[in-house]
């Protein structure tokens, strides 16, 4: 079974500044996705960044990267420029490649971002 | 086109009555999978189904719970006798087949369930 891990509950970031949300999983599996939704007030999850276990290059969308190390099993996510509208639920998530998408998710870390 | 479509937005009920969820999802989109969120929680996987059929109910949490779909399209999530626990945001899912290749999930915007 997959263990997916927020030990940050809550973060605050200033406007403009960057803020690093972390995230540790465990898995045996070999080949694998992990993922970063954001969940508004709406409820709607939206993904954020998806990064491949077997790429080695960290994935980027825009103002949003990830740090992902393999080894370690850890995968956080760097907000740059944070902005008023990145205020949000933020879940790391984790699912295995091929078949069907059977997505385990943290619980996750509100982000509130500070005028 | 139109997104994944949940309804009722929001329901409450009284503890021991049944209630019903639905979940519409993207046309076209063959895979979909339920998820519970309880307050202050992240999403667990409840059931998929791939079609009309659901090859993994392993998530759902009793035999209270059970879910369907037809003509590969419109699911519903049905709880018996609900019980204080279950209270939480039902959250729908719909993906092309994930055969092709890795597909996004897209999500609705769930049902909230409040028992009373």
């Known amino acids: 079974a997959q263990t997916v891990t927020q030990s940050q509950p809550e973060m605050s970031v200033q406007e403009a500044e960057t803020v690093t949300l972390s995230c540790t999983y465990d898995t045996s599996e070999s080949n694998y996705y992990l993922f970063w939704y954001k969940q508004p007030p709406s409820r709607q999850m939206i993904l954020v960044i998806r990064q491949e276990a077997y790429k080695q290059q960290n994935a980027t969308e825009n103002r949003f990267s990830v740090n992902f190390q393999k080894a370690a099993k850890s995968f956080s996510l760097k907000i740059s420029d944070s902005q008023l509208g990145d205020t949000a639920m933020y879940f790391c998530?984790?699912?295995?490649?091929?078949?069907?998408?059977?997505?385990?998710f943290g619980t996750g870390t509100k982000l509130q971002v500070i005028p | 086109g139109a997104g994944v479509s949940q309804s009722p937005s929001n329901k409450v009920t009284e503890k021991g009555k049944d209630v019903e969820l639905r979940c519409d999802p993207i046309s076209g989109h063959t895979a979909l999978y339920w998820y519970r969120q309880r307050l202050g929680q992240g999403l667990e996987f409840l059931i998929y189904?791939?079609?009309?059929?659901?090859?993994?109910k392993s998530g759902l949490p009793s035999d209270r719970f059970s879910a369907e779909r037809t003509g590969e399209s419109v699911s519903t999530l049905t709880i018996q006798r609900t019980q204080q626990e279950d209270s939480a945001v039902y959250l729908c899912?719909?993906?092309?087949?994930?055969?092709?290749?890795?597909?996004?999930?897209?999500f609705g915007d769930g049902t909230r369930l409040s028992i009373l």
């Open positions: 899912a719909s993906s092309l087949v994930q055969g092709q290749g890795w597909q996004p999930q897209h």
């Open positions: 189904f791939q079609g009309n059929s659901a090859p993994d």
């Open positions: 998530a984790f699912s295995r490649a091929g078949g069907y998408q059977k997505v385990t």
